[in-house]
């Protein structure tokens, strides 16, 4: 399941919200512009390509398409490999999200399989989100915020574009991300 978990931006220790219900997770981030959404999965190929993805979703992706007017949608996918270049390959994606940073642009991502967290940095206050197959997230434009994929990403998801250069992140100089339970320490503690 989902689950939100909260923390004052200077206590990371301490979790003020932890909820895994979908109904209060909405209603938490909508206060923030955040749109959080379930949708119904569908069955995929095990190695499935972008445009199988996409097919399968096809009545959700224009949904979106048509009320956000996005130009691009593609579907990425990561998985364990045997491939020895698989653990570079994965720190390096990994790496590429971990701190905070800000896009001019809305940040819309479906997981329909696996899981990855998107921490919001709002108002004095973390908000992670860990999103598991069936969860659209859309970060407004402008919130700060990082993703964690975890150290073994597994997941396939959709990702919105108004641009066909995809999101540029401004990263900012902070240690915000490094101090927060990354995305296995979150799973973990699910017990």
């Not at 220790?13 to 119904?40: K, M, N, Q, S, Y």
């Not at 992140?169 to 296995?184: H, I, M, Q, V």
Request: aromatic share 12%; net charge negative; with cysteine.
């Amino acid at each position: 399941m989902t689950l939100l978990t909260v923390w004052d931006d200077t206590d990371p220790a301490t979790a003020t919200v932890r909820t895994e219900d979908p109904a209060e997770i909405g209603d938490v981030l909508r206060e923030f512009g955040v749109r959080f959404e379930r949708w119904e999965l569908r069955d995929l190929p095990a190695d499935p390509t972008s445009d199988q993805v996409l097919d399968a979703y096809r009545a959700e992706v224009d949904r979106v398409i048509d009320s956000e007017g996005y130009i691009k949608v593609d579907a990425i996918a990561m998985s364990p490999s045997d491939d020895p270049q698989w653990p570079a390959k994965a720190k390096a994606a990994r790496e590429k999200f971990l701190s905070e940073h800000t896009h001019d642009d809305d940040e819309d991502r479906f997981f329909a399989r696996g899981a990855g967290v998107f921490y919001l940095h709002l108002q004095g206050k973390v908000y992670a989100v860990l999103c598991e197959a069936g969860d659209l997230l859309s970060v407004p434009a402008n919130t700060t915020h990082w993703f964690d994929m975890g150290t073994s990403p597994d997941f396939v998801s959709i990702r919105f574009f108004h641009d066909d250069d995809g999101w540029i992140g401004e990263f900012l100089n902070t240690d915000t991300a490094e101090r927060f339970p990354g995305f296995d320490e979150l799973i973990a503690s699910r017990g």
